[in-house]
Every structure is written in structure tokens, then in C-alpha cells.
């Protein structure tokens, strides 16, 4: 339960930094997808940096999961999230925060795409 509050404190935090900071819709609909995640499977704790990534000195933060993996997530119902496999390809893909996934030279993940 605390991961949740923790998750939805982030998000609202993110929401409420909008103006001070660059916050990419993909960033903010990671975080939703990240948060639907989070609700629907067992146990999974997502790292607390899978939303933002820095990319290096002066680079952009770049979310783990794409505009389109977030709204593919969002969209499906908590039993298919785990029937499709889903929850578990999360749980390998985004809980440790050294398994770093970007292709700088083309700006997405180099796993396998989280939601078809």
C-alpha cells in the first residue's frame, strides 16, 4: 500500500512541477501507466526513476516506456495485464534501476515493447 501512495505522490508531484520543469507528455503518461501497473500486478514494485532517465550531462530525461507502450497499458483491464503476460515482462523489464534499456541513437527502449 505505501509503494501506491508513493507512486500517486509522484505523479501529483510531477504534475505540480509542470511549470518549472520540462514534463513531456511521455513522462506523464508513463507515469499513469507505471501507476496502472503498479495497482494490477502482485507484488510489483517499479523502480521510482522509470518515468524520467537522464541520458547523460545535459541531455533530456528520457521515460522508459514510450507514449504508446503507457496508452496500450492504461487501456487494458488489470486481468489482462496479467493474462497477456504483461505484469510479468514488467516485473523482469522496469523493477531494477541498474538495467538501463535506451538507445540514445534511437531514443527508445532496446527491450522488447512492454504492451503489443
Known amino acids: ?3 501506491r501512495l508513493q507512486r500517486i505522490a509522484s505523479v501529483l508531484m510531477a504534475l505540480a ?11 506523464f503518461e508513463c507515469e499513469h501507466a507505471a501507476a496502472h501497473l503498479e495497482a494490477c500486478c502482485a507484488g510489483l514494485e517499479l523502480y521510482s526513476d522509470l518515468c524520467q ?9 528520457i521515460p522508459e516506456l514510450s507514449i504508446d507502450e503507457s496508452t496500450c497499458v492504461q487501456r487494458l483491464a488489470c486481468e489482462d495485464l496479467v493474462a497477456q503476460g504483461i505484469c510479468n515482462q514488467a516485473a523482469e ?3 531494477d534501476p541498474t538495467t538501463f534499456y535506451y538507445d540514445p541513437a534511437h531514443g ?4 522488447s515493447a512492454l504492451c503489443p
Not at 512541477?17 to 513522462?27: H, K, L, Q, V, Y
Not at 527508445?108 to 527491450?111: D, I, K, V
Open 1 to 3: 500500500m505505501v509503494w
Open 17 to 27: 512541477s509542470t511549470a518549472a520543469f520540462d514534463f513531456t507528455e511521455e513522462a
Open 53 to 61: 532517465h537522464d541520458t547523460g550531462c545535459d541531455a533530456d530525461a
Open 93 to 95: 523489464d522496469l523493477t
Open 108 to 111: 527508445y527502449p532496446t527491450r
